[in-house]
């Protein structure tokens, strides 16, 4: 309970700055108008290729994360032991994510190369009955009606 | 906080918080921390999933609807008003911590009820989303969508949508409902009485973790 105690009273300031709150969220705002203003430029002209996109906006999202927890979440201001004992499980993510994404891509390599009736399903067009006309008009297709 | 410690603190030794913050925050963290690797888990499930896949629909396609705007094709526009919502809610609720620290009752209504509106808004506008998306056949097994390619997609594409953004809108949900009992507890004075707000950050941590979550969804389906 003493430790408690200590906290408490060591933790307070009189003062709480609501600054860099406000330059956490410009800063927010401006990433994800960024991330849109990309996104929508390459459904226009299609100029930065969709791969190289996808990059930017993985390290954009990163830095959003960061934001948010560094400054809104206040992590920053911890003391290190405990930011660590934050940060390093979750470092667990970097390898989750690669080897996970290697395996879904290296099954669809192994699936597409061995198995061609497969892979020529795939490739084959959608009846366009089904997807495009109803697609726009949502009016026809009554939720449940379909199948 | 790190600058009101002394330096050479000897934190280990017995007689001390050794993080230096309070039990139930802490704990936050962790949950906070089991949390996030649960949302991990669906969303890497995801992308292993779509990365095993030929053919996927194209978000742009899917994604295009704003309330009363018809067919109008506007990809990425509502979704971009729910993050915005989301962003701004975190905001007023970090505002809220900010007048706890400095005990002002008031303010910390003031904000929590705009947070909790933010929060509605939010729920409002993926209920919107999933109505629509319902009324044009998509829902669990049921995938109405094409892929990119013009090749027919497996459900796979609906089902992780609806459960992911499912389990976030829970979230949400939970977090207002949490921010409710919390404006609940500072409207009955509670918190002034204990001469302390923690429990306003605990439920700010909460908050800003949803809103965390929501950066990563926003990302994996919408804009990849």
Redesign the interface.
């Known amino acids: 309970m003493?430790?408690?105690q200590?906290?408490?009273t060591?933790?307070?300031?009189?003062?709480?700055?609501?600054k860099p709150?406000?330059r956490t969220?410009w800063i927010?705002?401006g990433i994800?108008l960024v991330?849109?203003v990309l996104?929508?430029i390459h459904?226009k002209t299609g100029f930065p290729p969709k791969y190289v996109l996808?990059g930017v906006?993985?390290i954009l999202?990163c830095a959003?994360?960061f934001y948010?927890?560094a400054?809104?979440?206040h992590?920053r201001?911890?003391?290190?032991?405990?930011i660590m004992?934050?940060a390093v499980?979750?470092t667990l993510?970097i390898w989750?994510?690669i080897s996970?994404?290697w395996?879904?891509?290296s099954?669809?390599e192994l699936?597409?190369r061995y198995d061609r009736h497969h892979?020529e399903m795939?490739?084959?067009?959608?009846?366009a009955a089904?997807?495009?006309h109803?697609?726009?008009e949502?009016a026809a297709?009554?939720?449940g009606a379909?199948? | 906080m790190a600058h009101s410690v002394p330096a050479g603190q000897k934190w280990w030794s017995g007689g001390k918080s050794p993080f230096n913050v309070e039990y139930g925050k802490l704990m936050m963290w962790y949950f906070l921390m089991s949390d996030a690797f649960t949302f991990g888990a669906f969303l890497i499930s995801y992308g292993s999933i779509r990365f095993a896949t030929n053919g996927w629909p194209d978000p742009n396609e899917v994604f295009r609807a704003f309330p009363l705007m018809g067919d109008t094709h506007l990809p990425l526009v509502f979704v971009s008003l729910m993050t915005f919502i989301l962003i701004m809610s975190s905001v007023t609720m970090v505002l809220a911590v900010a007048a706890g620290h400095n005990n002002d009752q008031k303010k910390v209504t003031f904000y929590m009820v705009l947070t909790i509106i933010g929060g509605l808004m939010f729920l409002g506008c993926q209920a919107w989303e999933w109505t629509h998306l319902h009324g044009e056949g998509a829902w669990w097994g049921r995938n109405p969508f094409n892929n990119a390619d013009g090749s027919a997609a497996t459900t796979n594409f609906t089902n992780f949508f609806f459960t992911i953004t499912g389990f976030h809108g829970f979230h949400v949900f939970s977090g207002v409902i949490i921010n409710i009992i919390m404006l609940i507890k500072n409207l009955r004075g509670d918190f002034a009485k204990r001469g302390h707000y923690l429990m306003i950050e605990k439920a700010g941590l909460y908050w800003h973790f949803v809103d965390l979550v929501w950066v990563f969804v926003f990302t994996c389906f919408y804009l990849l």
């Open positions: 003493e430790n408690s200590t906290v408490n060591g933790h307070h300031e009189p003062e709480f700055s609501t709150i406000w969220f927010l705002l994800t991330e849109l996104a929508t459904l996808n906006y993985l999202t959003k994360a948010i927890i400054e809104f979440m992590l201001h911890e003391l290190k032991n405990l004992t934050i499980p979750a993510f989750f994510i996970f994404l395996d879904g891509g099954y669809k699936r597409n892979y795939s490739k084959e067009k959608a009846p089904e997807g495009e109803g697609e726009h949502p297709k009554k939720p379909a199948e």
